[in-house]
């Protein structure tokens, strides 16, 4: 069935180096795929986006990147700070009501 | 402040009990959605729906029920036939179900079966 992957589970970085998140999608039909983050206790919040008609994306540092032909797609976060550790999701959309979310990551900045 | 609330934030059943989970947007949105959140999988759909007095079921509507009367309100009842209902509970929006897909989420309510 449709489902997307969801690599590391967990990940630590230390303060100000780069953290990546990776994801694979299986349905061939996922034109939208969003990023969330999810503090302990509260609902995710959305940090960006990306859509197939673009392979990248940023917002200030936070960037996501979509290779179509491989269906994957890629969360980079760069000069982390612990305000980042949260937990991350990663989701991808045919444009319809359905949203296949990955299993998560737990992010720890170390400072 | 426009959003999505959800209440209450902890809630806790007795077996056999139904319960139920409250949610509502002022954002104008058309489509809501319920998802379950277990620990270490990702968000699971119960129900959707695309309009007022219309939902679906979702991927584990079983043992779950809603109703859609108002367009800001989305309740969940988690009836005494759902087997393992111990869970983060989580309400979606988005302005319509197929033109602009960015869900916002509410800030979730933790159920635990006693």
Redesign the interface.
Do not use: E, M, W
């Given at each position: 069935g449709e489902n997307?992957e969801?690599h590391p589970?967990t990940l630590s970085v230390q303060e100000g180096d780069s953290a990546v998140i990776k994801c694979t999608y299986s349905d061939s039909a996922s034109n939208?795929f969003?990023w969330?983050k999810q503090e302990l206790?509260?609902?995710?919040?959305?940090i960006i986006?990306i859509r197939s008609n673009v392979g990248e994306k940023k917002d200030q540092r936070i960037a996501v990147t979509l290779n179509k032909t491989a269906k994957h797609f890629s969360l980079h976060i760069t000069e982390t700070q612990p305000e980042d550790s949260a937990v991350y999701?990663c989701a991808a959309?045919p444009?319809?009501?359905?949203?296949?979310?990955?299993?998560?990551t737990r992010l720890k900045v170390l400072a | 402040d426009g959003g999505?609330t959800?209440s209450p934030k902890y809630l806790f059943r007795k077996e056999g009990q139904n319960v139920t989970l409250s949610c509502e947007q002022n954002l104008n949105h058309d489509?809501m959605?319920w998802y379950r959140q277990d620990p270490?999988?990702?968000?699971r759909?119960i129900y959707?729906s695309?309009i007022v007095n219309d939902f679906?079921k979702g991927d584990i509507a079983e043992g779950y029920s809603v109703s859609r009367e108002k367009k800001e309100s989305f309740p969940l009842t988690v009836t005494s036939a759902q087997k393992n209902p111990t869970a983060f509970y989580?309400c979606a929006s988005t302005p319509r179900?197929?033109t602009k897909?960015?869900?916002?989420?509410?800030?979730?309510t933790?159920l635990t079966v006693l």
């Open positions: 997307v969801q589970s939208y969003p969330y206790g509260k609902g995710p919040q959305l986006d999701f959309s444009g319809t009501y359905k949203y296949i979310f990955g299993t998560g | 999505i959800q489509a959605y270490g999988q990702g968000l759909l959707y695309q679906q989580l179900l197929t897909n960015t869900q916002y989420f509410g800030p979730g933790r």
